[in-house]
């Protein structure tokens, strides 16, 4: 279609980086070839991150890997920005040299 998309996306690997590395090769193609990516960009990624996370857990067991990450990518869709997440990934938009609160962080005691 002729709608501009954008995808953006830090992992930050806990134990090593096997899931890092994972999550940034395989996090986007996953992404792009979810059915929702054009009606639901949101869904895409939600689905997307849990695909991926499955995929590595099956990988990690088979090779014995032990390593885990963090994510956040963000998506522009024409004028819209969808942000996801995993982890104490953190996500700051600064709009007219204001800070935008687009996510709350990451704390143990939340549910």
């Known amino acids: 279609d002729d709608i501009d998309r954008a995808y953006f996306a830090v992992f930050d690997g806990h134990g090593g980086v096997d899931a890092a590395n994972y999550s940034a090769t395989h996090l986007h193609v996953n992404v792009g070839l979810h059915e ?13 991150f849990q695909k991926t996370d499955e995929m590595f857990l099956f990988k990690a067991k088979r ?3 032990r390593s885990g990450t963090t994510g956040v990518s963000a998506l522009i869709v024409g004028n819209k920005l969808h942000i996801a997440w995993l ?6 938009l600064v709009q007219q ?14 549910e």
């Open 36 to 48: 929702e990516i054009v009606k639901n960009p949101a869904v895409a990624l939600k689905c997307s």
């Open 63 to 65: 090779e014995k890997l």
């Open 87 to 92: 982890g104490d990934s953190q996500v700051m």
């Open 97 to 110: 040299a204001k800070a935008v609160t687009l996510m709350e962080p990451h704390k143990p005691e939340r």
